[in-house]
């Protein structure tokens, strides 16, 4: 069983995207648990629009490139088109953070808002 934490993004119909992403990932990983969401500046950005972030936890016998496979799958469904990244607009991102031990994206594993969904975890605030 491996251990995989992600973030989830999103700066252009956030609720809806997030909610979308939340429930495709629980039908991909039973075994799942979400950190509280985030509302976060945009990085690297000119468009202004907030971005709504949330750290997910879960398990899976799956591979690192199958479960790589499942989150590009969930991004395209939720729209995401590669026409909108001209004008910034992120209908779902999803970065996958850590595999098992490795950390994969060490860049983003250090931003604030994520450590701070970490610390989350281990308080136990991760919601089913």
């Known amino acids: 069983m491996h251990r995989y934490i992600v973030c989830i993004g999103s700066n252009y119909n956030r609720k809806e995207n997030l909610t979308f992403a939340r ?12 950190a509280p969401e985030l509302e976060t500046e ?26 790589r496979k499942i989150l590009k799958d969930i991004e395209q469904r939720s729209g995401r088109r590669l026409e909108d990244k001209k004008e910034e607009k992120v209908c779902l991102d999803i970065d996958m953070l850590l595999y098992d031990n490795k950390i994969v994206k060490p860049e ?3 931003r604030g808002y994520i450590q701070q969904s970490l610390s989350a975890f281990h308080s136990s605030l991760f919601i089913k």
């Open 23 to 34: 429930q495709k990932l629980t039908e991909s990983f039973s075994s799942i648990c979400f």
């Open 42 to 67: 945009p990085l690297f950005f000119k468009n202004p629009a907030l971005f709504s972030n949330q750290v997910v936890l879960f398990f899976s016998d799956k591979d690192e490139e199958e479960v």
């Open 108 to 110: 983003d594993w250090q």
